[in-house]
């Protein structure tokens, strides 16, 4: 009761936008639930200033300004700043949601990962210049290294609070130009499972590039929906059966062999790789004996990167990619890995 009304006050101190309040800009994305735009304030709003983002959304996008709210008080840093979210009008179609957030930034890290300069764009946005320093394997770990601790620090934020993302991928990380790291964005098909918010309508469909083999989250067994107090006295221990977290880990796990092979990081060389990986019966060790005789440089090149201080990112990435999600590393566990013992580029930058 008391989380309630702390939100509730919380929230009334808050400014409130309206429609008219908005000039809408470029469009950023356009899925089957709704349409995202850059936005700025009309004069009408006085001195505020500052960039936004602004999701026209479904009736679906009532459970994302859930979502979105909570995050934003439970752990605030994973995710992008949510400012707003109000119902708009009623048409025909139906409601009609509206979010903000602010705007964090242009670059995605599905943008960043398709210029032939990754990781070293990366390198430069998170440390503000560029390097003048040889490039090699070294240097390009110490960045993928970096960016994974970030992604899995955020992850571990969500996961902490009780929240399973279920559609990360890269286009939808965006690097905060503020904090000068990765977050998370589109809340709009993550699962609360300590109130028993674990909704996806049954037209949305899991990204099949990114998703885990398991095609339901929770076991079948479990009440799509219960009522808030059952949930939440049941949730911990469901969460212990299913890990549930186990399908973004996954997602996360695919995303690092993105970074790590160049040769991956396409679309349709990502599900050529899911499929190979399929047959495989989704044993890594196995993947690597089918293509390691006929390697491209490509990928020879990201064997050879994993294959660093005694194959520690191996190790990594087949704790994260693996059939069964008990076998899963946790996000938590994950970042207390010893891939991560070396410095990152954030201490570097330190020392200079
Ligand atoms: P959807 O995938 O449902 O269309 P997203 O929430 O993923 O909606 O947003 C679509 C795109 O808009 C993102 O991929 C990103 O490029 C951009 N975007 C979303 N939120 C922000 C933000 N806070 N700051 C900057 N860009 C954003
Ligand atoms: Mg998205």
Redesign the pocket.
């Known amino acids: 009761f008391d989380m309630f009304v702390l939100a509730f006050v919380e929230r009334l101190f808050r400014p409130t936008f309206r429609k008219d309040d908005f000039v809408l800009g470029k469009k950023?994305?356009?899925?089957s639930?709704?349409?995202?735009y850059?936005a700025s304030l009309s004069k009408k709003r006085g001195s505020e200033e500052g960039e936004y983002?602004l999701?026209k959304a479904t009736e679906y996008g009532a459970v994302e300004i859930w979502m979105n709210e909570r995050v934003r008080r439970a752990c605030g840093n994973s995710c992008?700043?949510f400012v707003y979210g109000f119902l708009e009008k009623s048409s025909k179609k139906g409601p009609e949601y509206w979010l903000l957030?602010?705007?964090?930034?242009?670059s995605?890290l599905?943008g960043l990962m398709q210029s032939k300069e990754f990781p070293y764009n990366v390198e430069t946005i998170i440390l503000g210049k560029v390097q003048d320093l040889p490039k090699g394997l070294e240097r390009e770990n110490k960045i993928i290294q970096t960016i994974m601790r970030q992604l899995l620090f955020a992850l571990d934020g969500l996961h902490s609070t009780g929240i399973v993302h279920r559609d990360v991928k890269p286009?939808?990380i965006?690097f905060s130009e503020g904090t000068r790291a990765f977050k998370i964005?589109?809340l709009?098909a993550a699962a609360d499972l300590r109130v028993g918010i674990n909704y996806i309508p049954k037209e949305f469909l899991l990204d099949p590039r990114y998703a885990a083999p398991e095609q339901y989250i929770m076991s079948t067994q479990t009440p799509s929906a219960p009522s808030a107090p059952v949930a939440a006295a049941l949730s911990p221990v469901l969460w212990q059966m299913n890990l549930p977290d186990r399908f973004d880990i996954y997602s996360i796990g695919l995303i690092f062999l993105q970074m790590v092979f160049p040769n991956l990081r396409s679309d349709s060389s990502l599900i050529q790789f899911n499929r190979q990986l399929k047959r495989c019966d989704y044993d890594l060790n196995a993947w690597r004996k089918l293509v390691e005789p006929r390697a491209s440089a490509d990928l020879r090149k990201g064997f050879e990167l994993l294959d660093l201080d005694g194959g520690i990112g191996w190790e990594l990435l087949t704790s994260m990619v693996r059939y069964k999600a008990r076998q899963r590393i946790s996000a938590k566990a994950a970042l207390a890995h010893p891939y991560f013992d070396r410095q990152g580029l954030l201490a570097l930058s330190v020392m200079q």
Do not use: C, S
């Open positions: 950023l994305g356009e899925g639930f709704g349409v995202v850059k983002v999701k992008a700043d957030w602010k705007y964090e930034g242009e995605t599905a286009q939808n965006i964005i589109d709009g």
